[in-house]
């Protein structure tokens, strides 16, 4: 069955922290996606990447970074953390091509900016 | 500019009865559609997707119409059951495009 891993469930940092999300998947996917979850706000992308070291800004990058320094993983940095980055985090893939299914996500990451 | 819109934050249904769930859509470029099913501390799932060339497509309990002109589509489910609880996304894509656009989701409660 294929999967999207994201490397944590919850997590808790303290403001100006350095945070990374970690997201691997072993479909052998292109493209790799991360988005964040707020009530009332739906899915709003981050960050996408097409290939190995390949990104794109989505909507929202501002305070973030990416790194795919390998095909089957795509990391979330946060710079320097904020509470207005509380929020669910969800890293997503999908195969080169159109249609179908579109993305197979993670189980996401809550993180707690204190 | 939220180009897909889930109006409804929630909804609440008896078990049994029908469950429908709506989208709107602003960008007459896209030509797919998709709804996603998302559980409490899980990503979203994808549930049934639908192409522009068709209105209506259908999977056992889950059946999406769409409707080009006004530029809506919605989600029946029939009939609901307390599984079906749940927050429901709506997302939109273009073909040859790699990202799909999301509404806000609606959170449905099946009540016993």
């Known amino acids: 069955d294929v999967k999207v891993t994201q490397s944590s469930r919850y997590l808790v940092k303290r403001t100006g922290e350095k945070v990374f999300l970690e997201c691997v998947q072993d479909?052998?996917?292109?493209?790799m996606f991360w988005y964040r979850q707020d009530p009332g706000l739906g899915l709003r992308l981050i960050y996408f990447?097409?290939?190995?070291?390949?990104?794109e800004k989505g909507d929202i990058p501002e305070g973030y970074s990416v790194s795919r320094e390998k095909k089957e993983r795509f990391s979330l940095i946060l710079e320097s953390a904020s509470t207005n980055q509380t929020s669910m985090y969800l890293c997503?893939?999908?195969?080169f091509g159109t249609g179908g299914r579109g993305y197979t996500f993670g189980s996401g990451t809550r993180l707690t900016v204190v | 500019d939220q180009q897909v819109k889930q109006n409804s934050p929630s909804l609440s249904v008896q078990e049994g009865r029908i469950s429908i769930l709506n989208c709107d859509y602003t960008?007459?470029?896209?030509?797919?559609f998709l709804w996603y099913k998302k559980y409490p501390a899980e990503g979203p799932t994808f549930l049934i997707s639908?192409?522009?060339?068709?209105d209506k497509n259908e999977d056992g309990r889950f059946t999406v119409f769409l409707n080009k002109s006004a530029k809506h589509l919605s989600l029946h489910i029939v009939p609901s059951q307390p599984g079906d609880s749940a927050v429901y996304f709506c997302?939109?894509?273009?073909?040859?495009?790699?990202?799909?656009?999301f509404g806000q989701g609606t959170r449905l409660t099946i009540n016993p």
């Open positions: 479909m052998d996917h292109e493209n």
């Open positions: 997503a893939s999908r195969i």
């Open positions: 639908i192409s522009s060339i068709k």
């Open positions: 960008n007459s470029m896209f030509d797919y």
């Open positions: 997302a939109a894509g273009v073909q040859g495009a790699q990202k799909l656009v």
């Open positions: 990447s097409y290939d190995v070291k390949m990104k």
